[in-house]
């Protein structure tokens, strides 16, 4: 079975830095497409960043939402079943709980898409304030 662990979440600063990081375990990384989502209260879900899997054959693929784009990267670390979320410029509106994502079968055209994702994690929150 699959399970994700978020961590990395902190209380920063505008302007400053985070890298999230998602543990993924129960299956081999290389075979599972990876998205980070947030959500902030009184917001929906919104996808941040993905990163394709061997599975879709379109492997080291990766995708951002506009907000985010230039600001953050995602990365993955096989040996270390890891994907990581690297965040800098940091903005209040980035405050939000950040949850990682995992599914084989990932349409690259769809992947911001909540429902695309079967596993989960418990999510870590990101707080972006003076």
């Known amino acids: 079975q699959v399970q994700l662990v978020e961590s990395g979440g902190a209380l920063v600063q505008p302007g400053g830095s985070l890298r999230l990081s998602c543990l993924v375990s129960?299956?081999?990384?290389?075979?599972?497409?990876i998205a980070w989502f947030r959500q902030a209260p009184g917001k929906e879900r919104e996808g941040v960043s993905y990163?394709?899997?061997?599975?879709?054959?379109?492997?080291?693929?990766?995708r951002y939402g506009n907000s985010v784009k230039g600001r953050f990267t995602i990365s993955r670390d096989i040996a270390k079943n890891t994907v990581y979320l690297q965040m800098n410029s940091l903005r209040p509106e980035d405050t939000a709980i950040y949850y990682c994502?995992?599914?084989?079968?990932?349409?690259?055209?769809?992947?911001?898409?909540?429902?695309?994702?079967?596993?989960w994690g418990q999510g870590t929150q990101v707080t972006v304030s003076s």
């Open positions: 129960g299956v081999t990384l290389d075979y599972y497409s």
């Open positions: 990163i394709d899997s061997l599975t879709n054959s379109r492997y080291g693929t990766t």
């Open positions: 994502a995992a599914d084989k079968f990932v349409r690259g055209d769809s992947w911001w898409v909540r429902d695309e994702y079967d596993f």
